[in-house]
Antibody, heavy 114, light 110 residues
């Protein structure tokens, strides 16, 4: 089955770090552009980061310098390393496939609070 | 990286047609034909319904259609049905090779 499964979310204190994972099945992560998108409670979608199939990366201004996107081809998994977390980073984080964002996971909730 | 502009809400009666606009700039919507639309029901992940301005993925109803003129893209839903009630988001590639979403539009089927 072609799917994406996010994990790694949880409650973290401000200033802390968290690593999200997005395990893919049924297709190859490294052959696709892969993105992270987040949605704060009751708010809209916000694009966070992309890793293009060629390996280049881009970030939203709101997370640049704090978040790092990378992939492990041997595990067919996408990651998002999140450092210096802030309360405003609280959101459900989704991973999405390709230029079209045609496949999404169910999301993982990150709560940044003391 | 300003969000694309969408109306906060639209509504229509069953069987009617509605259109949701998505306004950007010449550096995103107006520059590329990489505008997509997503439907999101409460508590669910977004679902792709239109890509590359006008294209529908396999399995998406032909009641959904997309278009673009200048810096504004539009999503039209014809023959409104109760299950169309959801939030809708547009998304575009930018000149910086980043992506940007619209603020979202809540569709109410009266």
């Amino acid at each position: 089955e072609v799917q994406l499964v996010e994990s790694g979310g949880g409650l973290i204190q401000p200033g802390g770090s968290l690593r999200l994972s997005c395990a893919a099945s049924g297709f190859t992560v490294s052959s696709n552009d892969m993105s992270w998108v987040r949605q704060a409670p009751g708010k809209g979608l916000e694009w966070v980061s992309v890793i293009y199939s060629g390996g280049s990366t881009r970030y939203a201004d709101s997370v640049k310098g704090r978040f790092t996107i990378f992939r492990d081809n041997s595990k067919n998994t996408l990651y998002l390393q999140m450092d210096s977390l802030r309360a405003e980073d609280t959101a459900v984080f989704y991973c999405a496939r390709g230029r079209r964002f045609d496949l999404w996971g169910r999301g993982t909730l990150v709560t940044v609070s003391s | 990286q300003s969000a694309l502009t969408q109306p906060a809400s639209v509504s229509g009666s069953p069987g009617q047609s509605i259109t949701i606009s998505c306004t950007g700039t010449s550096s995103d919507v107006g520059f590329y034909d990489y505008v997509s639309w997503y439907q999101q029901h409460p508590g669910k992940a977004p679902k792709l319904i239109i890509y590359d301005v006008t294209n529908r993925p396999s399995g998406v109803s032909n009641r959904f259609s997309g278009s673009k003129s200048g810096n504004t893209a539009s999503l039209t839903i014809s023959g409104l049905q109760a299950e169309d009630e959801a939030d809708y988001y547009c998304r575009s590639l930018t000149s910086s090779s980043t992506w940007v979403f619209g603020g979202g539009t809540k569709l109410t089927v009266l």
